[in-house]
């Protein structure tokens, strides 16, 4: 698979990702006789926060139609109507293009919510009728046959990936979406999925769609054979994620540098889609403290990859991920109406800078999304990576220092430091 075949549009994205139900304060459980909300506005106006970031796309969150988190769909054609309706999402949409900004959905195909008209049919009709053999079954522990739960979630019904059915409903849905204007999609639990069956919907979608991105969202194993058979552009980069905020907690850059020569050997096949924080996951400031995420910034935006920066991540804001009901919560808040309304926070806009800085850096610098990172020196608490491209000239120097009061990163030249995160 070449990095090359990435979209021109979006061969140098950094996406600014945001949790649509969450942020814009949307209730928890979605009530079928409620009229549409509206909210998506909400989202239109921290556009041109995203845009002064530095960001040239938008990473939604889940927006079909769900049950609760998003996750759990009941209607795949749909907008959640505690989020909208198709025209505001159609305007979205058309207000992040007139920024010059590309919109990407997630595309929940994996699983759908147990009380999907699917899954109802299929547990009425049995796994011998149509709808049936479109989800995954298991023994009861009756014998009997009974729908396949995600990951031990009652409420998520896998489908079946071998089904044609279920390949012609996803290509349908994702050509649906793609002419209301999407660019791109991360296709959720696509390491719960075979590869085989990413490859067959895209050949169909690129059909009529041919320059649209497809990531998917896969945790462990060997990313470079997924990408290959599965024909996704992209896989989320895990091992440096863990890796960056492990080696600044435990003040050990050995296992950065290692994920870095894993991460080089990704960039000769495709271009990983980096981060360090996402809906999923605690808050790079809960993990490794302010000064440790901006170091995290630092690592992301000078290395190689297509990053993703998780709506408030630049605005040094917390939250910790538990594993309880509800333990999602902390790091997928609510959000002001506007960037205005945020309450004054002097962490936050010392961190805003840093990342405006480092996305300045980036820019200048466009072939760092092919980088290679190569440790010139390298200790516990102090290292130093030569990162480079393959063309005359394209060479910068990153430097972690871990021994002192404070985290602190550097990104230098030739001519002196371009970044410094003590500054």
Known sequence: MEADRIPGAMRHAIWWHLYPLGFTGAPPT????????HRLGRVEAWLDHARSLGANGIQLGPVFRSATHGYDTLDHFRVDPRLGDQADFSHLVD???RRGMRVM??????HISRDHPLARRARCEGPDSDAGRM??????????????????????????????AVVDLVARVMEHWCSLGVDAWRMDAAYAVPPSFWARVLQRVRGRFPRVLAIGEVIHGDYAAIVEESTLDSVTQY????????SIESRNLFELDWAFQRHNAFLGSFVPTTFVGNHDVTRIASRVGGEGAAVAAAILLASGGMP????????????????????DDAVRPEFPDRPAAMPPDAQGARMMRRYQDMV???????????????SRELANEHAVWEVSGS????????EVDLGGPEPRARVLDAGGVLFDTAR
């Open 30 to 37: 979605m009530d079928p006789g409620a009229p549409s909300a």
């Open 95 to 97: 207000q992040c293009h």
């Open 105 to 110: 959905c997630d595309g929940v195909f994996n």
């Open 135 to 164: 989800i995954a079954w298991d023994a009861g522990a009756s014998g009997g046959p009974r729908p396949r739960v995600f990951e031990g979630h009652d409420i998520l019904v896998e489908l079946d990936h071998s089904s044609p």
């Open 239 to 246: 091992e440096l994620w863990k890796a960056i905020w492990s």
């Open 308 to 327: 993703v920066i998780y709506a408030g991540d630049e605005l040094a804001m917390t939250g910790v991920k538990e594993d309880r009901p509800g333990g």
């Open 360 to 374: 300045g850096l980036r820019r200048r610098h466009p072939w760092l999304v092919r980088a290679a990172t190569v």
């Open 391 to 398: 063309g005359e000239g394209q060479r910068l120097l990153l």
